[in-house]
């Protein structure tokens, strides 16, 4: 069974940074491409960032592209997301998430991701 831990949210100022790691185990993470989803309070999950299998290849919802990194380790099994620039509207629960099926990136939909970690806090203020 594959678990997903997310660790580095926490409480930051507007403009202040942030890197979140989801370490993975129980699947073979090296062939699985990752993603980053956040869900606040009243609204629905939404796509952050997503990375192939091999880092190569790398996607960002438009209201982060320019101020968050995705990026991985397979020899940690662990994904990272950097935030810098953070905004008060940034604030929600982070998500990582492994694509259910090997070799395969899609373009942020959530149903294209069978595991999910339990989340960490990013809480920014004004």
């Known amino acids: 069974q594959v678990q997903l831990v997310e660790s580095g949210g926490g409480l930051v100022q507007a403009g202040g940074s942030l890197r979140l790691s989801c370490a993975a185990s129980g699947r073979t993470f090296s062939s699985h491409s990752m993603g980053w989803f956040r869900q606040a309070p009243g609204k629905e999950r939404e796509f952050v960032a997503a990375i192939s299998w091999s880092g190569g290849t790398k996607y960002y919802a438009d209201s982060v592209k320019g101020r968050f990194t995705i990026s991985r380790e397979n020899a940690k099994n662990t994904v990272y997301l950097q935030m810098n620039g953070l905004r008060p509207e940034d604030t929600a629960l982070y998500y990582c998430?492994?694509?259910?099926?090997?070799?395969?990136?899609?373009?942020?939909?959530?149903?294209?991701?069978?595991?999910w970690g339990q989340g960490t806090q990013v809480t920014v203020s004004s």
């Open positions: 998430a492994m694509e259910t099926t090997a070799w395969m990136l899609g373009r942020g939909d959530s149903r294209d991701f069978g595991f």
